[in-house]
């Protein structure tokens, strides 16, 4: 077992100025080993669900390839359910449910089979959840990757900071990056974030891309310019997961890789947003993919000489 | 003469976060003719003040070996006089005071030394002001560029689609694209602009960098990010004038050489925002500019084998 996931196996039921979808399969951990497959990448998750979680979701995760020994399934309760609906610019979303359910007193338990997992990539979950997996592995991953969200930051600081001190690599986004430090420039930014513990701090700026800071170095990427973006549910959860995937891959976690990694994960998520929930990223061939990586580099290379 | 600059030679009184200045030199054509004078590029200026600009600013120009022969001198007026104060994160400003004076009744004229530019870059002006330029031109520039702004869009729509209609690269920012096309996505938009005429379409996205359309192909840039911004006055016009000024030097208007210009323009406009007007351009010295480049390099490089 390359890489851990742990996060939220869920449902979704989501509305954008394209359509809408009654509940659907969603989750971090959902998105992030999809992401993994398609990059021939074995991963594992631990998460829980409730009694209406349907098999065929289940089975089309290991069907994949996805270790699913760590999804504990509670018969009598009820899966974790978001509802939201975009704006018409789908930069911004109104929640319009969120039933916590199962998720409320999810406590992880790691199977044997994952313990020996090189890469440990924490999904957005309470911060004292995040912390209790890494206290539960025996040995601690190689890296640990954390994704978290303002929510943390307004209603649980204390323990977000001490998960964050045993964090390798923090993936948030612009608006986070500039509450968690106190500071606009997203630089300036960087460096604090830097000195609670991650070496690597990866800034998520949707459609302007991403930005990676490691000892005062910086790596930028534009996001790709899509003609629609139908569904932007996931995105995020699919960077993260190609990021992840790559790495474990590439078995290595040396700043050049990371920037390979960022873009492993931002071609990721542009197939994501292209159809609602799941849909997409469950099509892409290894083919697309290469064909997607190879846009970006057109995207952004060039030759100057002045 | 390769470079024929239309625009403004002004005044400019501004307030940051950090500071703020009395009235100093300012002005889309001063930006732009300093910037190619940083690149070794020979542009000329058509343009109007009053009898109050002063003498040392138009010798600072023709110092760094600008044409100014054709910035009219109406003694009796006064130079327009632009004020403003932005807001905390520097994206967005309040004008506190425009006093357009001797630009109210402009009537560009263009001098015969100027009349073999190879390149027309029109700053942002009244669209009937930037048409009565070309049309004032003996022979059509190889190259016509244009800037322009919302506030035409408002108040003059249809002589600002005959501008368009004529232009080759047409240089504006997100929202404004969005606004002239009606398309939120910047795809689409840049979609709509080509069929209004201009082959390259530039899209400006402030501190997210910039976008350049052509023919289906997209190339897209980060801005450097920086530490401090401490006045983006004058930045979007040091862009153009930088990416006017590589065309120039090159004497090529391909895709490839209009990706490479993006760069040297927004390395340009990195140095603008560093200081107050164009106090950090006029510093700016070959190995700099070279330096700067480097960086967008180091920034945008990468490798990926899946």
Redesign the interface.
């Known amino acids: 077992m390359k890489l851990l996931v742990v996060g939220s196996v869920a449902f979704d039921a989501i509305e954008t100025p394209f359509g809408k979808t009654d509940k659907i399969l969603g989750g971090a951990a959902t998105y992030i080993s999809i992401a993994s497959s398609v ?1 021939g990448v074995e991963s594992g998750i631990v998460s829980v669900v409730g009694g209406d979680f349907p098999q065929t979701d289940l089975d089309m995760l290991s069907g994949r390839g996805v270790n699913i020994e760590g999804i504990e399934i509670i018969k009598e309760g009820k899966t974790f359910f978001w509802s939201g609906k975009y704006h ?2 789908l930069n911004s979303r109104d929640t319009l449910v969120t039933e916590v359910n199962v998720l409320e007193n999810f406590d992880p338990k790691i199977p044997e089979s994952m313990q020996d997992a090189e890469i440990l990539l924490l999904g957005n979950l309470h911060p004292g959840v995040q912390l209790s997996v890494l206290e539960k592995m025996h040995n601690r991953p190689k890296l640990v990757i954390l994704d978290t969200m303002n929510f943390w930051m307004d209603s649980a600081l204390d323990i977000l900071m001490q998960m964050i001190a045993k964090t390798d690599v923090i993936s948030i986004n612009d608006e986070e990056a500039r509450q968690l430090s106190g500071e ?5 930014a960087a460096q604090k974030i830097h000195a609670m513990g991650p070496q690597f701090v990866i800034i998520k ?1 949707g459609e ?2 991403a ?1 990676l800071f490691h000892e005062g ?6 996001a790709l ?5 139908y569904d932007p549910t996931g995105a995020g959860d699919t960077f993260a997961g190609g990021f992840a995937s ?1 790495l474990a ?1 590439k078995e290595d976690f040396s700043f ?1 890789t990371m ?2 990694a ?3 994960g931002s071609a990721m998520a542009s197939f994501t947003v292209e159809k609602f929930g799941t849909q997409r990223l469950e099509e892409v061939t ?1 083919t697309e ?2 064909e997607r ?1 190879n846009s ?5 290379t ?5």
């Open positions: 990059l018409n610019d606009y420039s997203l630089v300036k700026k302007h891309g930005l170095k910086i790596f930028a990427i534009p310019p899509l003609e629609e973006v790559y891959k050049e920037k390979s960022l873009i492993v290894e993919m290469i990586i970006f580099k057109e995207l952004t060039f030759e100057v000489n002045v």
